[in-house]
């Protein structure tokens, strides 16, 4: 059974850390390009980091420098480390594991159920 189960987040204040946590089970971890995305209310879903196996690290513009993704691949759990955080960073956070398809594999693509990070003083 495939499980992705995000934890770690809740209320922090501007300028404050926290760290977020994605333990899963189930499929190929080590493989997968892991990612971590947020839905703000009203908003659309968007991408906040990528870490993918070799592994190398992207992030998007407005999280770059203050937050950092990694992962390890013996205890299947990813990491959002963030850092000075802004209003504008509360959302709903979640994890997705991602593996292209192959000659002999479908794609794969899990979902976590979310945590929810609020940044309010």
């Known amino acids: 059974q495939v499980k992705l189960v995000e934890s770690g987040g809740g209320l922090v204040q501007p300028g404050g850390s926290l760290r977020l946590s994605c333990a899963g089970s189930?499929?190929?971890?080590?493989?997968?390009?892991m990612k971590w995305w947020r839905q703000a209310p009203g908003k659309e879903r968007e991408l906040v980091a990528v870490?993918?196996?070799?592994?190398?690290?992207n992030y998007a513009d407005s999280v770059k420098g203050r937050f950092t993704i990694s992962r390890d691949n013996g205890q299947q759990i990813l990491y959002l480390q963030m850092n000075d955080v802004k209003p504008e960073d509360t959302a709903v956070y979640y994890c997705?594991?991602?593996?292209?398809?192959?000659?002999?594999?479908?794609?794969?693509?899990?979902w976590g159920q979310g945590t929810q990070v609020n940044v309010s003083s």
């Open positions: 870490i993918n196996a070799s592994p190398g690290t």
């Open positions: 997705n594991a991602w593996r292209p398809k192959t000659m002999w594999t479908a794609t794969l693509d899990y």
């Open positions: 189930g499929f190929p971890f080590s493989t997968c390009t």
